[in-house]
């Protein structure tokens, strides 16, 4: 007799941890925050945005839902809800051993990023980056709960020369006054922010070396979501990456950012690239 008592003990916390199913629909809890251009939140849920818009249309192609809304939180606070299986998914996330620990990283990212530092337009006959040794006796801001790089956190600590802020705004003010000297950013997510700062023109990116280059990756709770369902998830992005859809998304948000070679070459072999 015990032993069916666990065993209804045990399915009924697989349950508690499984997507909302209604009339056989499976429902997925996503949470993001404000990181344009990847995500674009109104009021208290993102509603736009490249990755968004690219996870809306992964997950209507496997013909699972969204429940509700994608919430919105900020980033420490959206990393605490995933790692701690509040919610079932979050993006855009680049990858660490805490989120690698509690979550499913899909083998196919949303998209590949490059993260640079950018410094001040007066400071570009002074502040140069080939190697990490370019910034002893720097301050750097860096953004608290960001995943960055072992190698770079490691550098950071034993120099002790960084500042850390909630947000990558306030750290372009802080550069833009000159009160650090570098600040590392993802890119196109910077260039938004210097274009609404109305700083594009002060603020400028190291772009011969940036400091990594990483992919960004929709992430799910092992305790809430199976590795299963996340091949699928991958699998299926993969695939619509090769569709016409794929392409519009991306040119929406990254025009002025040209595919590398081999993104166009994944988007366009079949023909695809024609189409705007």
Known sequence: MMKYAILLITCNVTLLFMPTSVSGEIRLTIGSDHWPPYELAEKDFVTNGFSTQVVEAVLKRMDVKIEG????????RLEHHILHAHIDAAFSLSSNTERQTACYFPEEPLIDSKWVLFIRQKDKNRLTFSTLDDLKG???????QYA??????????????????SNDE????????????????????????????????????????????????????????????????????????????????????FASQPLDKAEFYHICHRGNCAVR
């Not at 720097?138 to 608290?144: A, E």
């Not at 960055?148 to 802020?165: G, I, M, S």
């Not at 190291?206 to 199976?226: A, C, D, E, H, W």
Request: charged share 20%; no cysteine.
């Open 148 to 165: 960055y790089t072992p190698a770079f956190w490691a550098f950071l600590k034993k120099e002790n020369n960084y500042e850390t802020v």
């Open 69 to 76: 809304k994608i919430h919105l939180y900020p980033f420490a």
């Open 170 to 253: 306030q750290n372009f003010i802080k550069l833009h006054s000159g009160r650090i000297d570098y600040v590392i950013a993802e890119y196109a997510n910077a260039l938004t922010i210097l274009e609404n700062l109305g700083l594009n023109d002060e603020l400028i990116p190291l772009l011969t070396q940036p400091v990594y280059k990483t992919g960004l990756y929709v992430i799910f709770n092992k305790r809430r979501i199976s590795e299963q369902f996340v091949t699928q998830f991958s699998d299926t992005l993969k695939a619509f990456k090769d569709t016409p859809e794929y392409y519009r998304i991306h040119q929406n948000y």
């Open 138 to 144: 720097k301050t750097i801001g860096v953004v608290r």
